[in-house]
């Protein structure tokens, strides 16, 4: 008899746990009886409206950007597109990966100005970014190579092989007629 073996599949959801006191407890119940959905759903479109509302305009006034302009089904896409806006309001911990990403950008982006995300290298680098940073914060100051030798390591691992190709946008300065 043959056994095979079950792949844990991610989960789609996560478990979050709040603290409500008697009143909001029983508004959110009555909410999820009125309407005949889960209080799971409740709060799912509460959060959804919410934000749908939270909107960040660009230096210019004009431009609206949403949580979509930040969305991205990999987690570490999200967390770049995140840590680079300003207006997003980044922990020093963000910052500093940013950081580390800048320096190192030929790991995560096509190009300097992480303008083009790499997704095939950050969906093997991202699940070990706390251990490489690690290495970063204690091996920067002695030998700086380090993180970058650890992260050819796992891409190697990967199968992902062979010198960057390394794509410059052009300087769009020089086409401005004034």
């Keep these: 008899m043959t056994t095979e073996r079950k792949r844990k599949r991610p989960q789609k959801s996560e478990s979050l746990t709040i603290r409500l006191d008697p009143k909001m407890r029983f508004a959110l119940e009555f909410i999820a009886r009125v309407k005949g959905q889960t209080i799971t759903k409740v709060i799912e479109r509460a959060v959804m409206e919410a934000a749908d509302r939270a909107d960040i305009y660009d230096e210019n006034g004009y431009d609206k950007l949403s949580w979509l302009n930040y969305w991205d089904v990999n987690e570490g896409i999200r ?100």
């Design 79 to 178: 967390a770049i597109n995140l840590a680079q806006d300003s207006r997003t309001h980044p922990s020093f911990e963000e910052e500093e990966m940013l950081d580390f990403i800048k320096t190192h950008w030929r790991f995560f982006s096509h190009d300097s100005l992480l303008r083009t995300l790499n997704r095939e290298k950050i969906e093997v680098l991202w699940p070990h970014m706390s251990e490489i940073m690690n290495v970063w914060r204690e091996t920067k100051g002695t030998n700086r190579g380090e993180a970058s030798r650890v992260m050819t390591k796992l891409l190697s691992e990967a199968g992902i092989k062979g010198k960057e190709t390394i794509k410059t946008l052009p300087d769009l300065s020089d086409e401005i007629p004034f």
